[in-house]
């Protein structure tokens, strides 16, 4: 019992780690000598990257991102037996990822909102659920010119395609929960949204 449950601390630390490796922060850093946190948003995110480094640079921290959220979920997926046929492990990393993304711990827990890394995360627990939601976000995304709208729509649709997909109950309530954490940390986007002063993709 005690190594089981080492093993699923183990799983969180590391996943929390390996979230928080600040991508854009390294990418801006290293192209520009600017901190991200500085400038738009002060998010780590590709959103904000873009604002600096432009298009090619948002996909290249957006997948590197999601990437950075489908490890360690693969890895537990893979390697952990604990509870293994709940995908207890799984969801474990999956949050810590996130949570590691959004307040890292190299970068005095101030980090991006975790969209990508929160559709990387899905895409391992369920490829059929993550691919889908990143079509919704490419498309909501598209009409609207609003990333943040984009975001928000796609993340909230996700436990119900896990739902529909008959995946693991702990899988859904983790899309349910990830959904609420991450459009909270939207709050500033649907407030600005509302007063009509939101960026759009240009």
Same mark, same amino acid.
């Given at each position: ?67 950075? +959220?489908? %490890?360690?979920? @693969?890895? $537990?997926?893979? /390697? !952990? ?6 995908? &207890? #492990? ?59 709208? +984009?975001? %928000?729509?796609? @993340?909230? $649709?996700?436990? /119900? !395609? ?6 693991? &109950? #702990? ?32």
């Amino acid at each position: 019992m005690i190594i089981k449950f080492a093993e699923l601390i183990i799983t969180a630390v590391v996943a929390y780690l390996i979230g928080s490796i600040p991508t854009g922060y390294i990418i801006v850093k290293t192209k520009t000598g600017q901190d991200i946190r500085q400038v738009g948003s002060g998010s780590t995110g590709a959103t904000n990257v873009k604002r600096v480094l432009g298009k090619k640079w948002f996909f290249i921290v957006m997948i590197l991102d999601a990437i950075k +959220g489908a %490890i360690p979920v @693969l890895l $537990a997926k893979y /390697f !952990i037996t604990t509870a293994a046929h709940l995908g &207890l #492990a799984d969801v474990i990393a999956a949050v810590a990822v996130i949570i590691g993304h959004s307040k890292p711990v190299f970068l005095g827990f101030k980090g991006g909102k975790s969209v990508a890394s929160g559709v990387g995360t899905m895409l391992a627990l369920n490829w059929i659920a993550g691919l889908s939601i990143a079509v919704i976000w490419a498309i909501i995304t598209y009409f609207t010119k609003y990333v943040s709208v +984009g975001s %928000i729509i796609a @993340l909230a $649709a996700s436990p /119900f !395609i896990m739902y529909y997909l008959n995946a693991p &109950l #702990a899988y859904i309530v983790y899309c349910s929960i990830g959904a609420i954490y991450i459009i909270y940390l939207h709050r500033e986007n649907i407030k600005r949204l509302i007063q009509g002063c939101e960026n759009k993709v240009r």
